[in-house]
Structures are given as C-alpha cells and as structure tokens.
C-alpha cells in the first residue's frame, strides 16, 4: 500500500505565512509530548478503535453473521439491508459504500451488484424518507441493521420503533426478529437489553470505542461485509497505518504529521477551516465522515466555560467544487487550509473523443482521458492555490480498494486523536451535544428529564417585536 502526505504547499517561504521551518522543528518537541498522552491513554484502555485491526473475535462476529444470512435463500433471501444509525453510526456505513461498491449501487439490479444486498442508511428522522424507502420495500426480503452504540439514541430507536411494528405487522413477530440485527455496547443500554430478553442477535461495538470512531468495528464492517466488500483488507490497511502513525518521531509518523501542519495553521496562522476534498467521486462519502470525526472529537472547551478550540472541517470534491466552493477557497479569508486526496491509478479510464478539430477551445481535449483531466484540474487547483498564498496539502493513495480506505481512516481517525492532543481536549466526548439531546427529551416526554424541561422552561419565549 502507499499513502503519501505532499505538504510542500503547506511550508514558507514557498507558502508566505506558511508554516516555518522553525515552527515544524519546535513542533516536532510538542508532538513527542502529544505522542506521550496518546501512548498513556491507549495504555488505559481508552483508545480501543487502536486495537480494533487485530480484533479477530470481533471480526469473526462479522463474517459468521454474513454467512448466516447468505445461507438465507429462496423467500428468506436478503436482497435490501437497511442501516439504521445515526452521525457515526450511520456515516462510516456510507463512505465504505460509496467508496468500495460499484457507483449507484443501489440503482444495479442483483447481477449487476452480483448477487449481494442493497444497502439504505437512513440517518435521519424525516418520515419522507422513512415513508418513501418502506413503499418500496419488500419486508421479506430486508434486513435492518440497528445501530446504536448508547442504545438509546432517540432519533435511532425511533426508527427501529416504527420499522419492528412494520416488520411484525407484515412477516409476523418472529419474523420481525430474524430481519434485525442490533449493533450496540456489549452490555450497556436499551438495544442490548431488547437483544438479551428477546434473542435477538446483537453485535459488540467494544465498550471503549465510540461512535465516530466505530468504522472499523460492526458499525461499519457488517454493512461492508453484507455488500460483499473484503474487511479483512480494509483491516490489513488500517493495521498498515497505524504502524506507520506510530513513531514519537514526528518525520516518521504521517498521522502525526497531518495532524501537526492542521493544529500548527489553525493555532499559529488563523487558518480556521480545514477542508477536506477528495479528487474521487468514490472518496466523495469519505469527508462527511472526515468532517464528523474532526468536528465532534475537537471542537470543544479545554476547561468548562472557555471559549472554546477546535477548527471547522468542511468538505468539497474536485473537480465538482472548483466550480462551487473554490473562489471562496483562492479569494475569500485567509483562513483555510485544504486537504486534497489524490487517487493515483483511477481504474478504467475513458478516452476523450477527437472531435470538433475546427474548434480549437475544444479539440484540445480530445485524445486525453478523463482520469488524466480529474488528476490535471487537482494539480492545477493545488497549484493556483499555491500562488495566491493557499496552503494546502495533498494525501495520495495508489487506488480506491479496501486495503487503501482502511489505511485512510485509520490515517484520519489516528490524526484526530494526535490533534486532540496538541488542542489539549478530550477527542473521544461531546459533552457539548447533551444538552440539545436532554432539551429533546424533555420536550417529548422522557420521565428522567425533569432538569432539563426546568432549563428548557427558562429560555426567552418568542418576542413578536423581533419576528419578521
Ligand atoms: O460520534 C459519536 O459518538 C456520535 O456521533 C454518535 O455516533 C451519535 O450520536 C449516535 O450515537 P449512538 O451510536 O449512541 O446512537
């Protein structure tokens, strides 16, 4: 496998008011001590999503499920997986569909996806899509995969409300039973109780690992592997990396790296934003979940009341988005830094034709070939970026394959926790979604939230003086 970090666009003075040769070295002391918390809290057993490459029991929870359900055959057939899931219990799911199954997966007929399951996320509570997806389910052919690490998420467990009554209503309670399984805490919370009183099947997500860094675990590996996708490999690439991302050595360790030119350009040159922009319709998927997996871990207090740290990540795709978001990224506030990925052998490419020789602004295109164009405009974007001040930095990998999408998460994910090192907050909480989650509690009736309704109660009531 190869993935490379380029971060020459990110350095002075090629870059004016990039980051010095200074800074990097003086960073470099600051990482080791970053390096040194990240080693102690994995040794207290805080950071399982480390441990989870090597996770063969886990894994084997995985692939023993799948050949259960493939065995499935005739009127039991699974055809349609439906995930269940919210933030990253559902984003994980989407990236490695989009990235590691045939473009419009859901849109190929059972040859074209040879012979493995749709798969639907739905990641929200609008009853337009619940509605809409449920209309054209056949019930007898669908398994839902609930996903919950709380076990208790509203948004979630409404979901799974609604879709066992219409499992029981239309394949009868055992029925409904055979066509969930629930990915939760291993003992903790309403989905394991469920699971134990009712046998249903339940996969583990390791009580030490939390949702936005669960990709790599049931959460995403069981939609993976009922898609047909090799998580063996997507657990070998993310193992190569984490070798890679392990040395107190900051020239050695590239999660350490992309972590220190993000955390260096945010802190100490007010680049804020960090965009993340794949040059890939199939890495398209990849930053949301970058962007949750920034955002929740690092956007925090680093004491109760302050004003809080942490950068905001943003997503983009090239070539789409030089057309979109780019002039504000070469022309608007100096305060991004952007993040390309780079796919190196693309698969099939398609030739431009030669046609229209008489039109000079459009024969030039023909003969070249769309990957070559997708890969020109990238380093052409990078490149002008560049010269007007930009920094930005480009991750490579050799091809979209599961090998290489294991070792970019796990590229990312190490660099979140390195990140929240350097920021001086706790990447694995978010304390700051609470009271939102309680105030909706509250409003809808839970018994437990009598706090919450007495603030919710206290907040300013609509003034018509400022209603427009
Ligand atoms: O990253 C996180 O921890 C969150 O985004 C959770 O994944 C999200 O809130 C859903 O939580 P749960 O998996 O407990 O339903």
Redesign the pocket.
Known sequence: MAIRIDFTNMMAPGIPGGITEAEWASAAEKFADAHMHVVAEHSAGTLGFLDLPDDQALHGQVTGFVKEVRARTGADRVTDVVVL?????ALGPIALRTSLRAPKWNELDDAGRGGWPKLHVLDNVDPVTIEALLARLDPQHALFVV???????AE?MAQYMIIRQWLEHSVGPEGAKRRLVLVTDPQKGALRKIAKAEGITALDIPANV???FSVLTPVGLLPAALMGVDTSALLDGAAEVRTRSASKELAKNIAGAYAVLQWLSDTAHGRHIHVLMPYSDPLRDMADWFV?LWA?SLGKHRVPGDDGVGPTPFGALGATDQHSKVQLFMEGPMDKTISFIAVEEGGKDIEIPRLHADIPELAYLGGHHLGELLDVERRATAGALARRGRPNLTISIDRVDAHHVGGLMMLLEMATVYAGALYGVDPMN?PG?ELGKNFTYAIMGRPDAEQARQEWNLLPKPDPRYSA
């Not at 899931?85 to 219990?89: H, N, T, V």
């Not at 996903?147 to 998420?153: A, M």
């Open positions: 899931g919210i933030g990253g219990s996903i919950s690490k709380s076990g208790g998420t979630t939390g949702g936005r949750q929740e978010q979604v």
